[in-house]
């Protein structure tokens, strides 16, 4: 496999149902990201690691809890959603550093849907 | 707060036309500016990124622009084809204290019509 990959690519689940969204890079970054993407509204950041430490939580609610055991993985742990929690979960990767340009690869996203 | 918008929401245009899509930016103190493509349903693809320090940056058919003292960017595409339909967005790039944030505009939806 290769550049960033995630799974499940769609994911129905209920109210009160835990589920977890997985992604993994294969590009030797060191910083990861999740952002969310709703209809008609910009991508939206909502968590960034930096060689597996959390850098930025962008006040994000505490139904949504992230987890970055090692440089090539990263989670994100679901729990008593909201319908309006649906949308394209998309998974990105970079390399992190003081110099460079950051450059983002992202995965194709998990499309959620909370009943 | 940064802010990014794209100009026009949606462009329908003939197969071969040269089109140009429009990017602006509130705070101009960017790292750089990245453009990507998405197709329905996709992740983002990474068309072109350009450093706060350049001008323009070229691949292939695609030219971007940056004119970071008046916080604007242009995507031109030259001789358009169906297989160039997507969403088209732009994000700027700053620098913190712990890595990196884009923010992104809300792109331009483009269809390319035979």
């Known amino acids: 496999e290769t550049g960033v990959t995630q799974t499940p690519r769609h994911l129905v689940m209920g109210m009160t149902n835990k589920k977890s969204l997985k992604c993994e890079q294969h590009?030797?970054?060191?910083?990861m990201y999740w952002y969310k993407q709703s209809a008609k509204k910009p991508l939206e950041l909502m968590f960034v690691?930096?060689?597996?430490?959390?850098?930025e939580n962008n006040s994000v609610p505490s139904r949504f809890s992230p987890e970055c055991p090692n440089s090539s993985h990263l989670f994100l742990h679901l729990h008593t959603l909201q319908p309006e929690d649906s949308a394209l979960y998309l998974c990105a990767s970079s390399q992190a550093g003081t110099s460079g340009t950051y450059e983002q690869f992202f995965g194709p996203g998990t499309r959620l849907t909370v009943l | 707060k940064q802010e990014v918008t794209q100009i026009p929401a949606a462009l329908s245009v003939p197969e071969g036309e040269n089109l140009v899509l429009n990017c602006s930016f509130t705070d101009s103190a960017i790292y750089n500016l990245q453009w990507f493509r998405q197709d329905p349903g996709k992740g983002l693809t990474s068309l072109l990124l350009?450093?706060?320090?350049?001008r323009e940056q070229t691949s292939g058919r695609l030219n971007a622009s940056l004119d970071k003292s008046s916080g604007r960017s242009t995507l031109y595409i030259a001789a358009s084809q169906p297989g160039d339909s997507a969403t088209y967005l732009c994000?700027?790039?700053?620098?913190?204290?712990?890595?990196?944030?884009?923010?992104f505009g809300t792109g331009t939806q483009l269809k390319v019509e035979l």
């Open positions: 690691y930096n060689f597996k430490e959390q850098t």
């Open positions: 350009i450093q706060s320090s350049q």
């Open positions: 590009l030797g970054h060191n910083a």
């Open positions: 994000a700027v790039r700053i620098l913190t204290g712990g890595g990196n944030k884009l923010t």
